[in-house]
């Protein structure tokens, strides 16, 4: 967004169980990584130390994962650039793995 910041959050319950939060950016190019599990929440972006928690559920049946938009804000905010990758691991990766990930 215009703050230069990147926005996270993981919802269940209709609760915000990990975020909302906003990470700022240093650069117009940004590398991210999100690992979720219940009570074992981190991300991070640009290999800095990731921002963690340890509390909060998932969902039991995970039905929408959304990217590049805010849905909860006043209006919607869609990004206005390029993701140039996407890759799921289907297991919690490490914070020094996504801290990795993402230099």
Do not use: C, H, W
């Amino acid at each position: 967004n215009a703050s230069n910041t990147v926005r996270y959050r993981v919802r269940s319950g209709g609760e915000n169980q990990f975020g909302p939060a906003n990470l700022t950016r240093t650069s117009t190019t940004v590398k991210s990584a999100m690992s979720v599990k219940s009570s074992d929440f981190a991300i991070t972006i640009d290999g800095n130390t990731p921002t963690t928690s340890i509390s909060g559920t998932l969902p039991q049946v995970m039905n929408s994962l959304t990217i590049g938009r805010d849905i909860f804000g006043i209006e919607d905010k869609f990004l206005n650039g390029t993701i140039s990758k996407l890759t799921y691991y289907p297991t919690r990766l490490s914070n020094d793995q996504l801290q990795n990930l993402t230099k």
